[in-house]
């Protein structure tokens, strides 16, 4: 959790004063300013400001540092970073829009390494609400293929002998996603208009593929 002069060194690093922090952060000035001065906020109070830095590229470090997050190439490895990339994803998406893609062998993984899946849920309903997603697809091997969400189509691939695996293509960005690995999920994010159009495509042919979901005991697809 950052502290009081992280967020301080951070809105300096955006060239922000607190006025600029409290709407992003959808927060009060004065809220902002206790935070400031060592007063303990609620988690879901600083996954807020958290989101508001991720969408200006700097990041918390450890040992109290703040960063501006490297451009071209960026490395989420665990589970605490995936929460980082999750935030990413989702800012990149509120700013961008657009059409998502996302290719998975078993979509229920990205569940076990959310913190808050409600939280990410509710967050991309409403920007598809607002008109902001365009489309989200989801190409998946394994998938509960049912959600109460309905931002996102599915199409699903007969099960197949790859590895946990999965890309996910939006904005200008690709990001390849091992959920294999000695501390996973390790993520890999790209920021290229070329690879992710490339993906894009690759994406498109597979779709068109890609079959009805199985029902499930419910009888919902």
Same mark, same amino acid.
């Given at each position: 959790?950052?502290?009081?002069?992280?967020? *301080?060194?951070?809105?300096?690093?955006?060239?922000?004063?607190? &006025? $600029? =922090?409290?709407? @992003?952060?959808?927060?009060?000035?004065?809220?902002?300013?206790?935070?400031?001065?060592?007063?303990?906020?609620?988690?879901?109070?600083?996954?807020?400001?958290?989101?508001?830095?991720?969408?200006?590229?700097?990041?918390?470090?450890?040992?109290?540092?703040?960063?501006?997050?490297?451009?071209?190439?960026?490395?989420?490895?665990?589970?605490?970073?995936?929460?980082?990339?999750?935030?990413?994803?989702?800012?990149?998406?509120?700013?961008?829009?657009?059409?998502?893609?996302?290719?998975?062998?078993?979509?229920?993984?990205?569940?076990?390494? *959310?913190?808050?899946?409600?939280?990410?849920?509710?967050?991309? &309903? $409403? =920007?598809?609400? @607002?008109?902001?997603?365009?489309?989200?697809?989801?190409?998946?091997?394994?998938?509960?293929?049912?959600?109460?969400?309905?931002?996102?189509?599915?199409?699903?691939?007969?099960?197949?002998?790859?590895?946990?695996?999965?890309?996910?293509?939006?904005?200008?960005?690709?990001?390849?996603?091992?959920?294999?690995?000695?501390?996973?999920?390790?993520?890999?994010?790209?920021?290229?208009?070329?690879?992710?159009?490339?993906?894009?495509?690759?994406?498109?042919?597979?779709?068109?593929?890609?079959?009805?979901?199985?029902?499930?005991?419910?009888?919902?697809?």
């Amino acid at each position: 959790m950052p502290t009081g002069k992280q967020i *301080r060194a951070a809105r300096v690093l955006a060239g922000w004063d607190i &006025k $600029d =922090l409290a709407p @992003r952060a959808g927060l009060s000035v004065t809220a902002v300013q206790n935070i400031e001065t060592g007063v303990v906020p609620k988690t879901s109070t600083i996954e807020r400001i958290v989101r508001a830095f991720s969408g200006a590229g700097i990041e918390f470090t450890d040992n109290e540092g703040v960063r501006r997050r490297p451009q071209g190439v960026e490395i989420f490895e665990g589970q605490e970073r995936f929460e980082e990339f999750t935030n990413f994803v989702y800012e990149q998406i509120k700013e961008h829009g657009g059409h998502i893609c996302l290719s998975v062998t078993d979509e229920r993984l990205f569940s076990k390494y *959310r913190t808050n899946t409600i939280d990410y849920y509710e967050r991309m &309903k $409403d =920007l598809f609400n @607002r008109g902001v997603i365009k489309s989200f697809r989801i190409l998946a091997n394994k998938s509960n293929f049912a959600t109460k969400y309905t931002y996102s189509t599915y199409k699903w691939q007969p099960e197949t002998t790859m590895a946990p695996t999965a890309f996910y293509t939006f904005a200008d960005y690709l990001a390849l996603i091992s959920f294999e690995h000695s501390n996973p999920p390790y993520v890999l994010v790209i920021q290229s208009a070329a690879l992710a159009d490339s993906y894009r495509r690759a994406f498109e042919i597979a779709w068109a593929a890609g079959k009805e979901p199985p029902k499930t005991k419910g009888g919902k697809s």
